[in-house]
């Protein structure tokens, strides 16, 4: 039998899912409701449905009109798309409208807001899956398989460094993200995977936070310090825009223009803010400590402005060394290069034997390369494995790669207590935050 599926949230990440749900996993789901803030935005996705997937339009609803759509379209699953800072109102809403809920991470954005969908979880007893994609990778999953098969012996420390490009980086800064309000931070928006991963690589739970930060290099105090002199609001239209390799012209992309530009009339959302604007009150430079349960250590950093994107981990365990590099494709959201699979699929094969690499130096003895098979796609592949558990189901999951609430609080948690510890200078306990069941 079929479940039925509707929709919150119709901006790029969205279109992963009805990919999904309308053209892949038809056998097992359908989508019956979209719902979004901006009208032109929702019947743009809606013209996608019916054009490029299963030929069919779908129900279409206002962020005002959710309980309408629930008792209308009757779905089983919602899926949650929607801006960060809303995640917990469609959440809480759709279980107590009898619903299982499908959401982006992060799950939420503060601990007042986390608390919320526990609580709602608790008592309604619906289903909540958060969707850590970075999990489901060949590449990630062999170093799961690695630290669980004792290969490195108990881990003491983690070292993580993550480098977001100039390219990628600064399109938090452009848009909706660069306001803390909406998306927690980077700590928060974007961190919540590599929290997560760590998590879920050493079987643990973080306890004690302490991080520190600041806009260094984004902004328009930043920019001028730098002997900046021109500047824009956005990038759209801008002669002096059209100077700065940082901007992006709406216009200029198909893609972006039906989605934002031709869409803005309704909201006012700007989707291309200068970097170097005011207003921006998120980090693009962080480092974070954090302590486990398992007395494991974590020193983290995040930068938002580097010279090429991906991320580094070093585990040092009782047994030696192991360590994992990954180079990623960059991009920005929305635009052409992301939805792009062909590029995509070039990149993969480009940097197949490359990187990632993963390798293991004990103690005593040499370094030995440990391989894996690489897959093809988002999220170093992990988004089709990711949305085959989703759609399928996890009945097989030895590994607990699917992710419910408890492991979605976890991945948010570390990020909001870092948060709170760069707004007090003092570390942070984890446990005082949430009540959580485990």
Same mark, same amino acid.
């Given at each position: 039998?079929? /479940?039925?599926?509707?929709?919150?949230?119709?901006? +790029?990440?969205?279109?992963?899912?009805?990919?999904?749900?309308?053209?892949?996993?038809?056998?097992?789901?359908?989508?019956? !409701?979209?719902?979004?803030?901006?009208?032109?935005?929702?019947?743009?996705?809606?013209?996608?449905?019916? +054009?490029?997937?299963?030929? #069919?339009?779908?129900? *279409?609803?206002?962020?005002?009109?959710?309980?309408?759509?629930? !008792?209308?379209?009757?779905?089983?699953?919602?899926?949650?798309?929607?801006?960060?800072?809303?995640?917990?109102?469609?959440?809480?809403?759709?279980?107590?409208?009898?619903?299982?809920?499908?959401?982006? /991470?992060?799950?939420?954005?503060?601990?007042? $807001?986390?608390?919320?969908?526990?609580? *709602?979880?608790?008592?309604?007893? %619906?289903?909540?899956?958060?969707?850590? =994609?970075?999990?489901?990778?060949?590449?990630?999953?062999?170093?799961?398989?690695?630290?669980?098969?004792?290969?490195?012996?108990?881990?003491?420390?983690?070292?993580?460094?993550?480098?977001?490009?100039? #390219?990628?980086?600064?399109?938090? &800064?452009?848009?909706?993200?660069?306001? $803390?309000?909406?998306?927690?931070?980077?700590?928060?928006?974007?961190?919540?995977?590599? @929290?997560?991963?760590?998590?879920?690589?050493?079987?643990?739970?973080?306890?004690?936070? &302490?991080?520190?930060? %600041?806009?260094?290099?984004?902004? %328009?105090?930043?920019?001028?310090?730098?002997?900046?002199?021109?500047?824009?609001?956005?990038?759209?239209?801008?002669?002096?825009?059209?100077?700065?390799?940082?901007?992006?012209?709406?216009?200029?992309?198909?893609?972006?223009?039906?989605?934002?530009?031709?869409?803005? #009339?309704?909201?006012?959302?700007?989707?291309?803010?200068?970097?170097?604007?005011?207003?921006?009150?998120?980090?693009?430079?962080?480092?974070?400590?954090?302590?486990?349960?398992? #007395?494991?250590?974590?020193?983290?950093?995040? =930068?938002?402005?580097?010279?090429?994107?991906?991320?580094?981990?070093?585990? =040092?365990?009782?047994?030696?060394?192991?360590?994992?590099?990954?180079?990623? $494709?960059?991009?920005?959201?929305?635009?052409?290069?992301?939805?792009?699979?062909?590029?995509?699929?070039?990149?993969?094969?480009?940097? /197949?034997?490359?990187?990632?690499?993963?390798? @293991?130096?004990?103690?005593?003895?040499?370094?030995?390369?440990?391989?894996?098979?690489?897959?093809?796609?988002?999220?170093?592949?992990?988004?089709?494995?990711?949305?085959?558990?989703?759609?399928?189901?996890?009945?097989?999951?030895?590994?607990?790669?699917?992710?419910?609430?408890?492991?979605?609080?976890?991945?948010?948690?570390?990020?909001?207590?870092?948060?709170?510890?760069?707004? *007090?200078?003092?570390?942070?306990?984890?446990?005082?935050?949430? /009540?959580?069941?485990?």
């Amino acid at each position: 039998m079929k /479940k039925r599926y509707a929709l919150i949230g119709t901006g +790029s990440r969205s279109r992963m899912y009805v990919n999904a749900v309308c053209k892949e996993y038809t056998d097992v789901a359908e989508l019956v !409701a979209i719902n979004d803030i901006n009208p032109t935005r929702m019947e743009r996705m809606n013209e996608y449905i019916a +054009s490029t997937l299963n030929g #069919k339009r779908v129900a *279409t609803y206002g962020p005002h009109q959710f309980d309408q759509m629930i !008792a209308e379209s009757k779905p089983d699953v919602v899926i949650v798309t929607s801006m960060d800072r809303t995640h917990h109102r469609y959440i809480c809403r759709a279980m107590d409208l009898g619903c299982d809920v499908i959401t982006e /991470k992060p799950m939420t954005t503060d601990a007042e $807001k986390c608390q919320q969908i526990i609580d *709602t979880v608790e008592r309604t007893g %619906r289903n909540l899956t958060v969707t850590f =994609n970075y999990r489901y990778s060949p590449r990630a999953t062999r170093v799961k398989e690695v630290i669980a098969d004792g290969t490195v012996g108990d881990i003491l420390s983690v070292h993580f460094e993550w480098l977001l490009d100039t #390219k990628h980086g600064a399109d938090y &800064f452009r848009r909706w993200h660069r306001d $803390k309000a909406n998306s927690g931070g980077l700590l928060v928006h974007k961190a919540t995977h590599h @929290f997560d991963l760590v998590n879920w690589w050493l079987g643990t739970a973080p306890e004690r936070v &302490f991080a520190m930060g %600041r806009l260094g290099y984004y902004g %328009r105090r930043n920019a001028e310090e730098r002997g900046e002199l021109e500047f824009y609001y956005r990038g759209t239209g801008s002669a002096v825009a059209k100077k700065d390799p940082f901007a992006v012209d709406l216009a200029a992309d198909d893609n972006l223009k039906g989605m934002y530009l031709d869409a803005e #009339k309704h909201d006012g959302y700007l989707r291309d803010q200068s970097v170097f604007g005011d207003g921006i009150s998120i980090e693009d430079t962080m480092g974070v400590l954090v302590q486990y349960r398992s #007395k494991a250590i974590m020193s983290y950093s995040l =930068n938002a402005h580097c010279p090429w994107e991906g991320f580094r981990v070093m585990f =040092n365990g009782t047994k030696g060394r192991l360590e994992f590099n990954v180079v990623e $494709k960059s991009y920005v959201s929305g635009s052409a290069d992301d939805i792009n699979l062909a590029e995509q699929r070039e990149y993969d094969e480009m940097i /197949k034997g490359a990187v990632p690499i993963i390798s @293991f130096q004990p103690h005593w003895g040499r370094r030995e390369e440990i391989t894996f098979t690489e897959a093809v796609g988002g999220h170093g592949g992990g988004d089709v494995r990711m949305l085959d558990h989703i759609f399928r189901g996890a009945t097989d999951d030895p590994l607990g790669h699917a992710a419910d609430y408890v492991q979605g609080a976890y991945s948010i948690l570390t990020g909001i207590a870092a948060n709170r510890a760069l707004a *007090t200078e003092l570390p942070v306990d984890v446990r005082t935050l949430v /009540k959580l069941p485990r």
